[in-house]
């Protein structure tokens, strides 16, 4: 099939190759001139694993190829997937809808023959109603062309690999052409067995903010048990693997740590509550409200504890950063945990050093008045601490024993709970980790305690 897909951020460029990996002929379609050029050279604008391979093969192929002009996507496209991204508006939490806006009134004049309209990003209930009656009133075709909703639930870090395998596919249809369109477009999905669920608009698009909310809720659920762990002096992730053991609860998105951010999760359960209230429902979402603050609390939590890990003040203390981005496997620092706590240690006066392995750059045009490093070894050199704010495979595999060399004091905070506290400590590191019991200090440990409050001592004489 013919099909463009208009917008080629993270979710657009990556449904765009798929699509043309898949064998349709597509169409991407950004107002960027730059990302398309450099999308049409075979480059990824981003970081996402997999991703420049599929670009490389599909381009090659024919079968893809990327425009500015969204006329020559009308006269293109049988289908026209809508990708754009739905941010949180600036005077309130609800979500902006300007650019799903744009594209209907650039697109629909154009539009003069039978196709299908189907938006994919995430938007509140109703969004598809709207645009169907907007549609309806600029194409000179209007009552050939439908309006679908067929929501994404992508993973940054395996978006390539959820979009040609699926756990399952929602459409949010209004008639049997619009479902037998979209059937053909996942033709080899469907044929491996993917999940198809077939709904209506206003049901495909709840599905999507609605799982959302749900993970944001068992992340939130966890991390409220870590604060708990570290008052009764229990362990968090001990706790979690009893839990997940029930079949009704499952251990994923149950690791307690620095909590959630990117682009989706604490904008979408915010467009929710805000869409709830336009209902008239707003008390059926109330918890999203606590679910949000938990979040916020964790960020705040890591700066008080790594504080005290510093003696109470980060005032002339340096700080390594081990990450900037929301998660791994991504370059993406919106809303990210590990700037926020960064931005607020640099904030309260420490000199902060941050690595990581895809983010650096992103993080630098956020937060330029930050040291960066392109070597966790320099990133650590003579830092009186060491956060732990982003769950790289590369940090892992970090040996304890070199890294104490480069440092100042053997001082480590895992606010992920994802390194190998024992082997830390073996090797004379000081570790707190959030919702984790600290185990009495070794000897070793307590010299080098000893040594660091005669620092501060010092610097404060």
Same mark, same amino acid.
């Given at each position: ?12 460029? /990556? ?13 991407? =379609? ?8 450099? !999308? ?22 024919? %079968? ?5 002009? +969204? ?18 508006? &600036? ?22 023959? $039978? ?9 509140? =209930? ?8 907007? =549609? ?12 679908? #909703? ?15 395998? $699926?756990?399952?596919? /929602? ?16 033709? $080899?999905?469907? %044929? *491996?067995? /993917? ?28 991390? *409220? ?17 009893? @839990?997940?053991?029930?079949? &009704?609860?499952? &251990? %994923? ?27 008239? /429902?707003?008390?059926? =979402? ?63 006066? *420490? ?18 008045? +930050? ?7 320099? *990133? ?11 769950? #790289? ?9 070199? !890294? ?16 190998? @506290?024992?082997? #830390?400590?073996?090797?004379? #590191? ?9 185990? $009495? ?21």
């Amino acid at each position: 099939m013919r099909l463009t897909v208009i917008g080629t951020g993270y979710l657009g460029a /990556v449904h765009a190759v798929c699509m043309a990996d898949i064998g349709h002929e597509v169409l991407g =379609v950004d107002v960027d001139a730059e990302k398309i050029a450099t !999308l049409n050279e075979g480059r990824a604008p981003f970081h996402e694993p997999g991703l420049r391979e599929v670009l490389t093969r599909a381009l090659a192929s024919g %079968r893809l190829r990327f425009t500015t002009s +969204l006329r020559e996507a009308a006269d293109f496209g049988e289908v026209h997937f809508l990708c754009v991204g739905t941010p949180q508006r &600036r005077d309130s939490p609800a979500a902006d809808l300007r650019y799903v806006d744009a594209v209907v009134e650039g697109l629909a004049p154009h539009l003069r023959k $039978p196709c299908l309209l189907v938006g994919k990003s995430t938007v509140p =209930v109703g969004t598809a109603a709207q645009v169907a009656a907007r =549609v309806a009133a600029l194409a000179p075709d209007g009552a050939d062309v439908e309006v679908a #909703w067929n929501p994404e639930f992508l993973r940054e870090g395996f978006a390539v690999e959820d979009t040609l395998r $699926p756990d399952r596919l /929602v459409a949010g249809v209004s008639s049997e052409r619009a479902d037998r369109i979209l059937r053909s477009v996942y033709a $080899p999905m469907l %044929r *491996a067995g /993917v999940p198809y669920i077939s709904t209506d608009p206003a049901t495909a698009e709840l599905v999507k903010v609605s799982a959302n909310a749900f993970l944001a809720t068992k992340i939130s659920f966890i991390n *409220a048990m870590a604060e708990v762990c570290d008052a009764a002096g229990a362990d968090v992730t001990t706790l979690a693997e009893a @839990l997940g053991h029930d079949t &009704r609860i499952g &251990r %994923r998105f149950l690791s307690a740590g620095l909590g959630f951010g990117g682009g989706c999760l604490p904008k979408d359960i915010r467009a929710f509550m805000a869409r709830a209230e336009d209902l008239g /429902v707003s008390g059926s =979402v109330a918890f999203l409200r606590e679910v949000d603050a938990i979040n916020a609390r964790q960020r705040r939590r890591t700066v008080d504890i790594a504080r005290s890990m510093v003696g109470g003040s980060f005032t002339g203390r340096r700080v390594a950063v081990l990450g900037a981005t929301f998660k791994p496997d991504s370059d993406d620092v919106r809303d990210s945990p590990a700037l926020a706590v960064a931005a607020a240690v640099h904030h309260e006066g *420490a000199e902060v050093r941050l690595h990581d392995p895809e983010g650096i750059e992103n993080a630098r045009a956020v937060l330029p008045r +930050l040291e960066y490093a392109h070597e966790v070894s320099k *990133a650590c050199e003579d830092a009186d601490l060491v956060l732990h704010l982003t769950e #790289w495979a590369e940090y892992r595999a970090i040996d304890p024993s070199v !890294l104490a060399s480069v440092t100042r004091s053997r001082t480590l905070l895992d606010a992920r709970n994802a390194l190998d @506290l024992t082997r #830390w400590r073996s090797a004379g #590191w000081t570790v707190r980790a959030l919702g984790r019991p600290t185990p $009495p200090a070794l000897p070793n440990q307590q010299a080098a305690a000893g040594d660091l409050a005669a620092v501060y001592s010092s610097d404060v004489g």
